[in-house]
């Protein structure tokens, strides 16, 4: 195999992820159809959220690298915690409709052992997601992902991988994919998704 084609072969892969994240980019109306690969093992609620038994349950990809404020961060050291992934772009007028629900269910949640943590994705320019940040008043981390390679590797097919912008993906106690509603979320919504993974020993 040669060297020089296996990078343009990741490129390529990620060209269409982009291109996928960009068709269905920030669609608050996808009637809670989705599709997640083969042998997700997922059980779709009438309410858009699918979840997953804790038996059939599989842990994510690497999701580490530069946060949005150029700390490093790995997904992986909150494991004993409850996490909630959070995809947006700054661009996206769903994402902004859902932040302030996030915000405060964050706020209220890290007593309980809930870590939130943003992907922001297709930002190609740091300012407007950190400007976006400051106006919705978030103050857990985000993971800076504008070409999307960490969504693809950290999400592979077979999970409840992203399928659009805004996605929220919860993990349980032990690191693994439990949640994920691919709308944009209330308060009310998205505490369904945490609590029983909360109450879960």
Known sequence: MSLSRAPRRTLLTVGALAAALALSACSSDNNGKSGGGGGTNFVRSSGGVETVDAGDRRAPGKLAGETLDGKQLDVASFKG???VLNLWGSWCGPCRAEAKHFVKVSDEMTAKGVQFVGINTRDFNK???ITFE???????PSLY????ELILSGFPKGTLNPQGIPTTIVLDKNGKIAARALMALDEAKLRSMIDPLVAEK
């Open 81 to 83: 915690k409850v996490v």
């Open 127 to 129: 300012q407007p997601a």
């Open 134 to 140: 400051e106006e919705q008043g978030i103050t857990y």
């Open 145 to 148: 992902d504008p070409r999307g």
